[in-house]
């Protein structure tokens, strides 16, 4: 069975430094990864996803994530932290492979327990 | 703004009764799920609709139902309400299900039961 694990409930980091979300995985098969972020009150927002190329994914707001399958992590990152970035982080994977006739197949996201993350000024 | 409409944003009521939560994917999306958000049991997938038929199911009590309507609007009924059923519920909305595209997610409905 697929399934994430956050590793740390709380990130406190200060303004302008940089910032990690660890995230690790485990799948059966080719892993299709993803980053939301939740703000206070808001529903998740996707910040980028790793389904193949490049290790080294980039997505909104300045984040980027890195892939590495041999230590079966995709950790979340952001070289210079801001204050509005403080929000509830979630990695996600996909259920099951995604399958050519999409008959049967389980799109749905499995989610990790989710970090917070605080940026102090 | 994902796109994605949920319907009400709040929702108070007692226990042993029945609510409808109302969601409208983003447009060209076939696709909808809905999950629910719980401090005990953090994001759980309830129930996924394709096109009017449902594709698959997670953690769903047999107290909730879901159903997807011709204009793709999807409905989730929770019925018999517990206290332990309130949470954050969320609708996503993607193009197609077995495909490698995102799901984008709607505000939510917070249903507290009293």
């Known amino acids: 069975a697929q399934s994430v694990a956050q590793p740390e409930d709380q990130v406190n980091v200060a303004e302008g430094n940089p910032l990690t979300v660890k995230c690790t995985y485990s799948v059966s098969g080719n892993p299709y990864l993803f980053w939301y972020v939740q703000y206070p009150n808001r529903g998740l927002q996707f910040l980028l996803k790793y389904i193949t190329g490049d290790n080294l994914v980039k997505g909104s707001y300045g984040f980027e994530a890195e892939f590495n399958k041999s230590q079966t992590s995709f950790h979340l990152k952001k070289p210079s932290a801001l204050v509005s970035d403080s929000a509830l982080y979630f990695c996600?994977?996909?259920?099951?492979?995604?399958?050519?006739?999409?008959?049967?197949?389980?799109?749905?996201?499995?989610f990790g327990k989710g970090t917070k993350l605080s940026v102090k000024p | 703004d994902s796109g994605v409409t949920q319907t009400p944003k709040h929702l108070i009521t007692a226990t042993g009764q029945r609510v409808t939560l109302r969601c409208s994917p983003r447009?060209?999306?076939?696709?909808v799920y809905w999950y629910q958000q719980s401090l005990d049991q953090g994001l759980q997938f309830l129930i996924h609709?394709?096109?009017?038929?449902?594709?698959a199911k997670g953690n769903i009590l047999e107290r909730f139902s879901a159903q997807q309507f011709p204009d793709l609007h999807s409905e989730l009924n929770l019925s018999s309400l517990e206290l332990g059923d309130s949470a954050l519920y969320f609708c996503?909305?993607?193009?197609?299900?077995?495909?490698?595209?995102?799901?984008?997610f709607g505000p939510g409905t917070r249903l507290t039961v009293l």
């Open positions: 996600a994977v996909r259920a099951d492979p995604p399958r050519v006739n999409y008959g049967g197949s389980q799109g749905n996201l499995i």
């Open positions: 609709y394709y096109n009017g038929e449902e594709r």
């Open positions: 447009s060209g999306d076939l696709s």
């Open positions: 996503a909305s993607s193009v197609v299900p077995g495909g490698l595209d995102t799901q984008y």
